[in-house]
């Protein structure tokens, strides 16, 4: 019996039908439930040399790790966090790209109840008060590359909470612990906690920061039961096998790496697949698909777009069974080519940092169509509402809503709420329903096609960017009087950032003053924010309030893009 099947009752493949899993699909857990201790000790006790995962550096070192070594390592870094005064309900900033150490913090957090905030390396300085002093942060642990340390220093002064800051790789830093040394030197025995430290289900898991439209990024609060929406994830939706290896693309600083990197694979008993690239290449890639025998794999559509630009007839991937993909829009010609080369369709999904796999295709249920993301994943309640919250008939553009009646009775995965942010809860929770600023339309079989966000943030290559974190960056240019930032069609990366600008009395548009825009953002915001396409005009398009219309932006570049792209 897999491990999953003790939290739904039966096995995967005993399901006949969609309308079978919808309606049986059920989830059960105590109301101590704990990933860590209830599915990773488990497995670590009960099956402790089957493999978790299997990490791959840059360099092809490689190390293999077991889920009792997972359990052993989770409990020394439980030991070492409690030693640096971390405790129940202390937020911790998790700043690891792609190290297995974010694992054994991510259990360790879990042991003693802590908060796990994931966070890009990508950060700067203002990025890093920000998040810290917004979400309370008492400890962070970062990565020793780039200049993440460095960075976070400059901040030195400005944080409110951080009570202590740990370092990978033993890199000697002022000011800094020595993570891994801590951590070896740690016991790994570990009780779990009762009465008053006791953990329970409800209690916040996860912090995560989702950028918004008008302000800094929201903070999205998980609890404890936020894993076992991923059942749906890994076990239904990839497919993965028990035993197999699952290969999700994703930097831990993102929750895409939570959907295909822990969770749901876990609960299926496969083992993950972490590679620590730099830089994404697709040959290097597709040779890790063939050499360490993937079985199950997801990507964003830009990365199967980049990989298809290499010859897959050079490389073995008879090893895959199912390919999934989530971010943005799938191209029905990538679908299609991937398919020629590997005989594989590819299963569209759908989910936001609120939720998990909320709209989906599931295997062998539902058939892939491309350009539809699928139907209601089960255990969730899908509508498409317009603006007077009335379903929406066929082919008309709604809002993508979910069914959630209260915190207690809402789908597992969904979010509780946005921390310290009554007017985002006011907006995103009412009548019944959790609207996720997402808008789509059905076809006439009732299949979900995507249309786009109804606020203006930005999703590229599987980045999720909010306009006044760049605008607020331009603006500070003397060169910049005002600006919009907004989406604009790309043929690799879905969309890409683009600014449209307008000058400064004195200032002349020129290649050499765009170049010089864009390093200032990458050096100013996080680099994957700044605008690969900027536009100087004369005016920008307002609302009778003075607002800038963004979508007007939006409209025109994509009407223009794609008259051009017929000719």
């Not at 915001?525 to 979508?551: F, G, H, M, Q």
């Amino acid at each position: 019996m897999a491990i999953y099947e003790r939290f739904i009752g039966r096995d995967r493949d005993s399901f006949t039908s969609y309308e079978d899993v919808n309606e049986n699909f059920k989830i059960s857990w105590n109301k101590d439930f704990n990933f860590a201790y209830d599915v990773v000790d488990v497995l670590g006790t009960e099956k402790p040399d089957k493999l978790a995962m299997l990490w791959v550096s840059s360099t092809g070192e490689e190390k293999r790790f077991t889920f009792r070594d997972v359990m052993l390592y989770s409990n020394k870094a439980a030991n070492y966090f409690t030693q640096n005064g971390i405790g129940k309900g202390d937020p911790v900033l998790l700043v690891l790209k792609r190290s297995y150490l974010f694992w054994f913090c991510m259990m360790g957090l879990h042991k003693i109840g802590g908060i796990a905030v994931q966070a890009t390396d990508m950060l700067t300085e203002k990025d890093y008060v920000y998040r810290c002093n917004a979400g309370k942060i008492k400890g962070v642990v970062v990565t020793a590359d780039g200049a993440c340390t460095d960075n976070f220093d400059l901040g030195e002064g400005q944080y409110e909470t951080v009570t202590c800051k740990f370092v990978t790789k033993h890199k000697k830093v002022d000011g800094w612990l020595d993570f891994e040394e801590g951590l070896e030197n740690a016991s790994d025995e570990w009780t779990r906690p009762t009465g008053k430290d006791a953990v329970m289900s409800t209690d916040t898991m996860l912090m995560s920061f989702s950028s918004g439209t008008t302000g800094y990024p929201k903070m999205v609060i998980h609890d404890f039961t936020y894993p076992l929406g991923h059942i749906m994830t890994g076990v239904f939706w990839h497919r993965v096998i028990d035993g197999g290896l699952h290969f999700t693309i994703s930097d831990t600083g993102w929750l895409k790496s939570l959907w295909g990197k822990m969770y749901g694979q876990w609960f299926g008993e496969s083992a993950v697949l972490i590679y620590d690239f730099d830089k994404f290449d697709g040959a290097d890639i597709l040779s890790k698909l063939e050499k360490y025998k993937v079985t199950t794999f997801c990507v964003p559509p830009t990365m199967y777009r980049m990989l298809l630009q290499n010859d897959l007839s050079k490389y073995d991937l008879s090893s895959l069974t199912h390919c999934c993909t989530a971010g943005e829009a799938l191209n029905p010609k990538v679908f299609d080519d991937w398919k020629a080369y590997t005989g594989l369709e590819i299963y569209e999904g759908f989910g936001q940092t609120e939720t998990t796999l909320c709209i989906s295709t599931i295997a062998p249920f539902m058939k892939p169509i491309p350009g539809t993301i699928g139907i209601s994943t089960p255990g969730y309640d899908v509508r498409l509402l317009n603006a007077d919250n009335e379903e929406c008939a066929p082919g008309e553009t709604g809002e993508i809503c979910i069914r959630y009646p209260s915190k207690k009775e809402r789908p597992r995965g969904t979010l509780c709420e946005y921390h310290n942010n009554p007017d985002e809860n006011a907006e995103a929770f009412h009548d019944g329903f959790y609207h996720t600023g997402d808008t789509a339309y059905m076809d006439e079989h009732g299949r979900v096609k995507y249309v786009g966000r109804n606020d203006d943030v930005i999703k590229s290559s599987g980045y999720r960017i909010g306009p006044f974190e760049v605008e607020s960056v331009l603006v500070k240019h003397p060169a910049v009087y005002e600006c919009a930032i907004t989406a604009y069609p790309d043929e690799t990366r879905g969309t890409i950032v683009k600014a449209t600008i307008i000058l400064r009395d004195g200032y002349e548009p020129s290649d050499e003053l765009t170049k010089e825009l864009q390093t200032y953002v990458k050096v100013n915001t996080a680099p994957y924010k700044y605008p690969r396409k900027i536009e100087y005009v004369d005016s920008l398009p307002k609302t009778i309030s003075n607002k800038i219309r963004r979508v007007e932006i939006r409209q025109r570049d994509y009407d223009k893009y794609y008259a051009n792209q017929k000719h």
